[in-house]
């Protein structure tokens, strides 16, 4: 075989293995913690495909729905009874980046969590839980569930940020007294009430 096209055939192969690898035609799903990116840090909405930012801690607990038609995308969580934990990133937890911890630091914030229950075994009731850090948290509050999206809210009094690095958090679970228990997240609204103290 010539030099020529030896070189040629191997050059062609290796951009191959790099188109391949780079795979540019795929949907790339959002992941990591949520930041207001170039938007607002006192006001963030994690929806649609944001969703994909939920992490599922210690157990495989969650899947995404996409949306169809008029149906909006979801977050599925599902819980076994024998999961019990308390802190809220040892289950399905959304990180919250630097920037919006920046912002709701010293100030009363409110979240927002858009979620019904759903699927054979419907949690009728689910908890939430905003972590800052080792700091403060507020513990898990919970819920009753329908069978339609409803929002449901918990305040909280953010402290300082602190020396520590870290970040924030906020946990979401179905109750599941027996069996196993399921819910969707169609949105988790994170704003600020009040200014800096």
Sequence with gaps: MRDRVFFALAFILASAFILM??????????????SAGAGNAEDVTVKDAELHRFQPGNFDSISFVAAS???????RIT????EEYQDPRSGPHLVLAEDIEFAME???????VEARAAGEFAASQFEA??????EQETGWKPFDLTTEF????????????????GYDYIGIRPIAPDKH?????RSVRIHTLTGKK
């Design 21 to 34: 690898a780079l795979n540019p035609f795929s949907e790339r799903v959002p992941t990591g913690p949520v």
């Design 69 to 75: 038609g008029e149906t909006p995308a979801a977050m």
């Design 79 to 82: 819980r076994q009874a024998t």
């Design 106 to 112: 010293n100030r009363q914030i409110q979240v927002d």
């Design 129 to 134: 839980n905003y972590f800052a850090k080792t």
């Design 150 to 165: 409803q929002t449901y809210r918990f305040t909280f009094d953010a402290p300082p940020r602190g020396e520590t690095i």
């Design 181 to 185: 228990r399921t819910m969707e997240v």
